[in-house]
C-alpha cells in the first residue's frame, strides 16, 4: 500500500453570527425544512420528471436549502481532541464541553478501577452507543 501527501489549500469561510451557536443553529433549523424522504421518493416510484423535482424543492425550501442528513459528532470530537498533544479550551458549543466533561468523568473512574472490575460505561450518543 501506497501512502501519499499532497498538499492543498482551502478557503475556510468564517463568519460571525453575533449569537450563540445553539440559537444560531435553532434559527438556521427553523428557516430550513429537513428533506422529506418519502415524498422524494414518491417522485422516483412515478418517475416524475427532473423539473417536477427541481421545481417541488424549490417550493419546499423557500430559502434554497434543505436538511439532508444530521449528524452529532460531538462524542465524537471531544474524544479525537482529548488526543491532541496540546491545551484544548472549549469556547462553544455548550455540548462539546459537556462531552469533554463526561470523557473525562468516565476516564478518571477508568484509571481507579482495578483488575477484574468492569470496564466503565461507554460514551453514548442519543440511543446508541458509539465504542
Known sequence: MDVGSFPHQVTRLVF???QPYDQFR???EAAVPALDEKHLAGFAARGAAWPEVVADAGASAPHGFLIFWRLD???S???WLSLVDAEITVLEPDELRQ???ELAKR???AAQSGPGEPAPERLKCGSKSQV
Open 107 to 109: 476516564a478518571a473512574r
Open 26 to 28: 435553532a434559527r438556521y
Open 77 to 79: 470530537m471531544a474524544r
Open 73 to 75: 459528532t460531538t462524542p
Open 16 to 18: 460571525d453570527t453575533g
Open 99 to 101: 462531552a469533554f466533561a
